[in-house]
């Protein structure tokens, strides 16, 4: 073997593993997975912010089942790109995060009073964080962090106590805030994803 052809080999096999890194982060992109999980976030905050915004509106509990809703609605978008496009759904866990979802909300004892007393949101945060984490993304673990500690404030009540000067209705105002911060989030997630495709190749 000549000194050029080791050299050219102990070249591929230095550079073997940032191109498979690279490969993987450009499927990652190409799925668009961050982005769309923070935007179906979004949209369930924006859904429980104009709940509680509704006059006479009491925590009720449809909210146990918020959960399993993002999930599987995470799932069917997943499989529904799936078959469009041929691309493959990867092993994010929607499906799975669903059934464990509804089963919590349907058979665990205390689903109902941890519900009423943490809010849905501080459950929808714990899976961004755990997707998050999952993906090594933070992206979605940090503002799942900000919903899993905001989350319990504005259900028990404690933000309309205390931060007045959001107006009468600080919990709904708080919520909403949220759900916007999510949905910049996903726009620059999908600004990223798309610059992670459009970029060189290796």
């Given at each position: 073997?000549?000194?050029?052809?080791?050299?050219?080999?102990?070249?591929?096999?230095?550079?073997?593993?940032?191109?498979?890194?690279?490969?993987?982060?450009?499927?990652?992109?190409?799925?668009?997975?961050?982005?769309?999980?923070?935007?179906?976030?979004?949209?369930?905050?924006?859904?429980?912010?104009?709940?509680?915004?509704?006059?006479?509106?009491?925590?009720?509990?449809?909210?146990?089942?918020?959960?399993?809703?993002?999930?599987?609605?995470?799932?069917?978008?997943?499989?529904?790109?799936?078959?469009?496009?041929?691309?493959?759904?990867?092993?994010?866990?929607?499906?799975?995060?669903?059934?464990?979802?509804l089963a919590l909300?349907?058979?665990?004892?205390?689903?109902?009073?941890?519900?009423?007393?943490?809010?849905?949101?501080?459950?929808?945060?714990?899976?961004?964080?755990?997707?998050?984490?999952?993906?090594?993304?933070?992206?979605?673990?940090?503002p799942g962090l900000?919903?899993?500690?905001?989350?319990?404030?504005?259900?028990?009540?404690?933000?309309?106590?205390?931060?007045?000067?959001?107006?009468?209705?600080?919990?709904?105002?708080?919520?909403?805030?949220?759900?916007?911060?999510?949905?910049?989030?996903?726009?620059?997630?999908?600004?990223?994803?798309?610059?992670?495709?459009?970029?060189?190749?290796?």
């Open positions: 073997m000549t000194a050029v052809a080791l050299l050219c080999r102990v070249s591929v096999v230095q550079n073997l593993p940032d191109y498979l890194d690279d490969v993987r982060r450009r499927e990652r992109a190409a799925r668009h997975t961050d982005s769309l999980v923070l935007a179906v976030h979004a949209v369930a905050l924006g859904v429980l912010s104009f709940a509680r915004g509704m006059p006479g509106s009491r925590p009720g509990l449809w909210q146990i089942a918020v959960p399993a809703v993002v999930y599987g609605l995470l799932w069917i978008v997943v499989r529904a790109r799936e078959r469009a496009t041929g691309m493959g759904g990867g092993r994010d866990g929607f499906g799975a995060a669903a059934v464990l979802a909300a349907l058979f665990f004892p205390f689903s109902a009073i941890a519900a009423f007393m943490v809010g849905p949101a501080a459950f929808l945060g714990l899976g961004l964080v755990a997707l998050g984490l999952r993906r090594r993304s933070r992206r979605l673990w940090c900000a919903l899993v500690v905001l989350g319990p404030l504005v259900q028990l009540y404690t933000v309309d106590n205390h931060v007045v000067f959001l107006g009468p209705q600080p919990g709904v105002v708080v919520l909403a805030l949220l759900a916007v911060l999510l949905a910049v989030g996903s726009l620059r997630a999908f600004a990223a994803e798309r610059a992670v495709l459009v970029g060189p190749r290796p």
